[in-house]
Structure formats: C-alpha cells, structure tokens
C-alpha cells in the first residue's frame, strides 16, 4: 500500500503531462539554499522535446525555458529577501562570500546575471538583499540572468541530442 502511494507520487513528477511541474519545482529549489539539480532536469527534457520536435525551436521548449526561467528567478528573489532581513556582514571570512560583497558593492544589481553561478549565486541574491538593491532592478537581472543561462544550456544540449540521432 505505501509503495503504491510512493509509486504514484513520484509518478506526478515523472510524467509526460507534469514536465513544466517537475521543472517549476526543481528550478525553483535549485535557485534557494536546497538542491534541486535545475540543469539535468532541464537538459533531460529539453533533450526529450529536440527528439520529438526535431527542432531547437518549439513552442514546447519555449514554454520549458520560461518556466525553468522564471522558476529559477523567483527562487532568486526568495533568497533576496531573505537576505534583507540579515544585517549586512560586517567582515565575512569565507573567501566566496568576500568576492561576492565586493563585487556586488562594485556593480549593484547588474552583478545578478551572475546569480547562476555555482558557490556564489546564493550569495550574491542573498548579498543583494543585505544591501538593500532596488527590488525592480534585482528582478530584471535575475531573470535576464537565468533566461541566458537556460538558453546557453539549451544550445549545448542541442548538438549532443543532434549528434545522437544522426
């Protein structure tokens, strides 16, 4: 009985009809302090709609990068906010998180394209909240920033899942 209940429930996420769910959620939590593997995912079915659309363009895979985009950017924006309830940081000691304040001072909010990068992407959202960036400004470059990200791992999908099939 319980593994019937698993079964289904891990179905949810797994199925053809709950790709964008199973995106939504792993874009999401990849973007906060809690793992969530946002690239496989996103490369799995991206990979899947290139066999069946035959095309780099579909409104499918469209619809996925918005989703993967947008999921990512709200998970983002969710560590930015917790980063404004935490006074700044006086003298951070660990080396990334001293990169990330320097160059978020540096920049302001235009250092968010880079919130992608692993090891210092939470930081730099939750930095941005210490510093209090124009939410706006936070907002639009998250989500330029995970648009292009999303869109450089759909353009090197692409001619694996090509190569495999020729």
Do not use: H
Request: proline share 5%; charged share 15%.
């Amino acid at each position: 009985m319980i593994t019937d209940y698993l079964l289904s429930f891990f179905s949810l996420f797994f199925s053809a009809e709950n790709q964008l769910v199973t995106m939504f959620v792993s874009g999401f939590l990849s973007s906060t302090l809690l793992p969530g593997n946002s690239e496989v995912i996103f490369s799995t079915l991206a990979g899947q709609q290139i066999l069946l659309d035959k095309a780099l363009w579909s409104p499918s895979l469209v619809m996925l990068i918005l989703v993967a985009t947008f999921s990512n950017a709200l998970g983002s924006f969710v560590t930015y906010l917790m980063g404004k309830l935490v006074p700044k940081p006086i003298d951070p000691k660990n080396r990334y998180a001293k990169w990330a304040l320097a160059k978020s001072e540096k920049y302001g909010a235009v250092i968010l394209l880079l919130s992608w990068l692993p090891l210092v992407g939470d930081l730099l959202c939750g930095i941005a909240g210490w510093l209090k960036f124009p939410v706006k400004q936070t907002l639009f470059y998250l989500i330029v920033g995970k648009f292009l990200r999303y869109l450089l791992l759909l353009f090197s999908v692409y001619p694996f899942v090509k190569y495999v099939v020729e």
